[in-house]
């Protein structure tokens, strides 16, 4: 598995198609983030933002391969296996991303709410960013996982279809990214630190079975 796992990796980066991606994330960091705001909003805004990105990184990993090499890949290792490859570098690219950008929101921005006078605990805030962006991050890998190849092979079914499942994963209620992200709204306002272990949970157990059963019809559908 870790030399798939290698393999993979080094597909999306001499690729360069994770490029669009990480800029697109980056401009909306840019005109979403500015310096002094309260750290809490700023890093809820970072995690919001990673879901559709996530998305994205795995519709790139299931689909970076030749057709050939795909077969190749599939009848040496399993398809099953091959896939979920692909679907582990794009949840661990976009983890990095998101550490990446939460970090860097963190140190930027004011520690205190959104009132400007209530104390906000920089580490506590951080840690809390990193647990949302963790949340979309699994979340956005979970709509990428069902919204693509193999479940949909069709790319105008497919991006629409990834898209509005994206936007919907983020502003349902119920749905542990937006639980995750209100809740450092609402931590913004009170000068509270919340920590979304809750929805981190729930992203955890969507995104297995998401995963799980994208590989399972993989496998099915397998020549």
């Given at each position: 598995?870790?030399?798939?796992?290698?393999?993979q990796a080094a597909l999306l980066v001499r690729s360069q198609r994770w490029l669009p991606p990480f800029i697109l994330y980056a401009a909306f960091l840019a005109v979403g983030v500015q310096s002094g705001q309260?750290?809490?909003?700023?890093?809820?805004y970072a995690a919001a933002a990673l879901l559709p990105v996530a998305a994205w990184l795995v519709r790139i990993c299931v689909g970076g391969e030749p057709p050939a090499?795909?077969?190749?890949?599939?009848?040496a290792a399993g398809p099953a296996r091959a896939h979920l490859a692909c679907l582990f570098v794009a949840l661990a690219a976009a983890v990095v991303l998101g550490t990446a950008a939460t970090v860097v929101v963190t140190l930027i921005s004011d520690p205190a709410g959104t009132d400007h006078?209530?104390?906000v605990p920089m580490l506590q805030a951080g840690g809390a960013g990193l647990l949302a962006a963790?949340?979309?991050a699994l979340?956005?890998?979970?709509?990428?996982?069902?919204?693509?190849?193999?479940v949909l092979r069709s790319t105008g079914r497919a991006v629409p279809v990834m898209l509005l499942a994206a936007l919907l994963s983020m502003v349902t209620t119920g749905s542990p990214a937006q639980a995750a992200v209100s809740g450092l709204v609402t931590g913004s306002r009170t000068g509270r630190v919340p920590l979304p272990l809750l929805p981190l949970?729930?992203?955890a157990v969507l995104a297995a079975v998401a995963i799980a059963?994208?590989?399972a019809l993989t496998a099915r559908r397998s020549p």
């Open positions: 598995m870790t030399a798939l796992i290698r393999y309260p750290v809490l909003d700023s890093v809820g090499a795909r077969t190749c890949v599939a009848a006078r209530t104390r963790l949340v979309c979340l956005g890998t979970a709509v990428g996982a069902v919204t693509n190849r193999p949970a729930g992203a059963a994208s590989c």
